[in-house]
Each structure stands twice: as structure tokens, then as C-alpha cells.
């Protein structure tokens, strides 16, 4: 068999063993994200870095597929602040806020994160922006009937946001409010996919 002939068969192969191998990374980068967040909303900070560290790892630019789409440095991000790690917290907050300056929930921790490393005012400046943004990202999702009837159906998630930014309040009483807002956006995800797949079940068929 002549080298030419062996490279056009040789092309295919590679191409499609390429492909599956970044099938492969894919998933198993999305399986990190998804037991990261298993973790954080369990309690395990310590674990959840694991996970997101070896997800930031494999695929840099990953962001989750659900409404709201947050970018794996934003996940390492949050759960380097619930360690304590304020530096490495910020570190990754500033690289999802670099791809993304919307990303309303990377800014909400780095406002804390400034708060828990003592530069208050800067913090409560973040905080109050992300919290608007966060306000504001609901408020137009309600309008869109395809996802909006299945997020913040009660609008407490918007109520608390409200009530946190009322009068003045301090940094420390605004980072209670965020740290609410931040678990509720987190649970919001999951029960927002359930109750859209019970109402695809629900039709008639």
C-alpha cells in the first residue's frame, strides 16, 4: 500500500478517534461541574474545589448549559470562597468576569470575597451591582414563557433581593443577602429543570 493511499485511510480514523476524545473530555468535565455543585450544595467546599479545579482544567472555557450559564471559573470561584480561600477565590472570579462581565454571580462572590478580605466599600459596591443584575436577569426571563414559567416562579428569590438592598444596608448585611441569593440561584437550577420535564409529562399526547 503506497504512503498516499495510507494517509487518506489513516485521515478518517484520526479525525473520528480525535472527535471521541473530545467527546470524552467533554463529558467528563461536565460530570466534575455536576458533582462540584452536588458538593457545594451539600456542605463539601473543600471537595467541590477538587472537582472544579479538574473541570477549569480540562476545559477552561466550559460553561454549564442550564439558563443560568455560569462559566467553570465562576463555580471555583464560589467554592474557593465557602474554603476561605479569598485569594484564589478572587483569582478566579476576576477570569469569569473576564469572559464575561455579565456573569452577575462571579461578580455577587467577588463582592464578597472583597468583603471577607476587609476592602468593605468595594465589596458593597459589587454586591449591589451584581444583586440588580441578578434582579434585572429575572425579571426578563419571566417575560419568555419557554423558561420563565419555571424560574423563580414566586418571585422569592427578586423579594429578597428587595428587601436586601432596602435603605442602607451594611456590607456584612448585604453579604447575608447575598449568600441567600447565591444557594437560591444554585437550587433554582435543579428545581426549575424538574418541574419543565413533569410539564413535558403532563401533556397530552
Same mark, same amino acid.
Given at each position: 500500500?503506497?504512503?498516499?493511499?495510507? *494517509?487518506?485511510? /489513516?485521515i478518517?480514523?484520526?479525525?473520528?478517534?480525535?472527535?471521541?476524545?473530545?467527546?470524552?473530555? $467533554?463529558?467528563q468535565?461536565?460530570?466534575?461541574?455536576?458533582? +462540584?455543585?452536588?458538593?457545594l450544595l451539600?456542605? !463539601?467546599?473543600d471537595?467541590a474545589?477538587?472537582?472544579?479545579?479538574?473541570?477549569?482544567?480540562?476545559?477552561?472555557n =466550559?460553561?454549564?448549559?442550564?439558563?443560568? !450559564?455560569?462559566?467553570?471559573? $465562576?463555580?471555583l470561584?464560589?467554592?474557593?470562597?465557602?474554603?476561605?480561600k479569598?485569594? &484564589?477565590?478572587r483569582?478566579?472570579?476576576?477570569?469569569?468576569?473576564?469572559?464575561?462581565? %455579565?456573569? =452577575?454571580v462571579?461578580r455577587?462572590?467577588? +463582592?464578597? $470575597?472583597?468583603?471577607?478580605?476587609?476592602d468593605?466599600?468595594?465589596g458593597?459596591?459589587?454586591?449591589?451591582t451584581a444583586?440588580?443584575?441578578i434582579? &434585572?436577569?429575572?425579571? %426578563? @426571563?419571566?417575560?419568555?414563557?419557554?423558561?420563565g414559567n419555571?424560574?423563580?416562579?414566586?418571585?422569592?428569590?427578586?423579594?429578597?433581593?428587595?428587601?436586601?438592598?432596602?435603605?442602607?444596608?451594611?456590607?456584612?448585611? @448585604?453579604?447575608? $443577602?447575598?449568600q *441567600?441569593? +447565591?444557594?437560591? /440561584? &444554585?437550587? &433554582?437550577?435543579?428545581?426549575?429543570q *424538574?418541574?419543565?420535564?413533569?410539564?413535558?409529562?403532563r401533556?397530552?399526547r
Open positions: 500500500m503506497n504512503q498516499t493511499r495510507l *494517509r487518506k485511510l /489513516l478518517p480514523v484520526s479525525v473520528a478517534a480525535l472527535v471521541f476524545v473530545t467527546g470524552c473530555a $467533554t463529558l468535565t461536565k460530570q466534575n461541574v455536576q458533582d +462540584g455543585r452536588i458538593a451539600t456542605g !463539601r467546599p471537595d474545589v477538587n472537582y472544579f479545579s479538574r473541570a477549569a482544567e480540562s476545559n477552561p =466550559y460553561k454549564t448549559s442550564y439558563t443560568l !450559564r455560569e462559566s467553570v471559573w $465562576t463555580y470561584g464560589r467554592a474557593y470562597y465557602e474554603t476561605g479569598y485569594p &484564589e477565590a483569582t478566579a472570579l476576576d477570569k469569569a468576569l473576564a469572559s464575561d462581565k %455579565n456573569d =452577575y462571579a455577587l462572590y467577588l +463582592g464578597m $470575597t472583597f468583603v471577607r478580605s476587609n468593605r466599600d468595594r458593597l459596591a459589587e454586591m449591589e444583586l440588580n443584575g434582579h &434585572e436577569w429575572l425579571e %426578563n @426571563l419571566a417575560s419568555d414563557s419557554s423558561v419555571y424560574w423563580d416562579t414566586n418571585k422569592q428569590i427578586r423579594k429578597n433581593i428587595e428587601s436586601g438592598l432596602a435603605g442602607k444596608p451594611s456590607a456584612i448585611e @448585604l453579604v447575608v $443577602t447575598a *441567600r441569593v +447565591g444557594k437560591q /440561584l &444554585e437550587e &433554582e437550577i435543579d428545581r426549575a *424538574r418541574d419543565n420535564v413533569q410539564s413535558l409529562y401533556q397530552p
